[in-house]
């Protein structure tokens, strides 16, 4: 069996049963049907990408799947992930500033 099929397989075992794990991993529990009418396998094969899409899972098996990444590699996802992040706070400072003065009642002008 590949890597890959295992990790599908592991994605779509029974969680366990407490209460906090029920409701955000019943997505998951219920699976996704693809329903083959008259024989048209291109049309299911649509319904089950767009449904897949809609699901998150193949975002949950990419961000999941586990290789071996070199010590540069790593340094260089670092940095980016911290460069977003900077990015992020300081968009969202921005905002938080002009958000304050339009509540206070000055106007800006972008």
Same mark, same amino acid.
Request: glycine share 4%.
């Given at each position: !069996?590949?890597?890959?099929?295992?990790?599908?397989?592991?994605?779509? /075992?029974?969680p366990s049963l407490?209460?906090?794990?029920?409701?955000c991993?019943?997505?998951?529990? &219920?699976?996704?049907?693809?329903?083959?009418?008259n024989?048209? *396998?291109?049309?299911?094969l649509?319904? !089950?990408? /767009?449904? !897949?899409?809609?699901?998150?899972?193949?975002? *949950?098996?990419?961000?999941?799947?586990t290789?071996?990444?070199?010590?540069?590699?790593? &340094?260089? *996802?670092a $940095?980016?992930?911290?460069? /977003? &992040?900077?990015?992020?706070?300081?968009?969202? /400072?921005?905002?938080?500033?002009? *958000?304050f003065?339009?509540? $206070?009642?000055?106007?800006?002008?972008?």
């Amino acid at each position: !069996m590949s890597h890959i099929a295992k990790h599908i397989s592991s994605i779509f /075992r029974l969680p366990s049963l407490s209460p906090a794990s029920l409701s955000c991993e019943f997505q998951q529990l &219920r699976g996704i049907r693809v329903r083959v009418n008259n024989g048209n *396998l291109e049309s299911a094969l649509r319904v !089950m990408k /767009r449904k !897949m899409d809609s699901s998150g899972i193949e975002r *949950l098996i990419k961000r999941e799947q586990t290789y071996h990444l070199k010590n540069s590699q790593k &340094r260089v *996802l670092a $940095r980016q992930r911290l460069e /977003r &992040r900077i990015q992020s706070e300081d968009f969202n /400072r921005k905002l938080k500033a002009i *958000l304050f003065k339009k509540l $206070r009642g000055y106007v800006t002008t972008l």
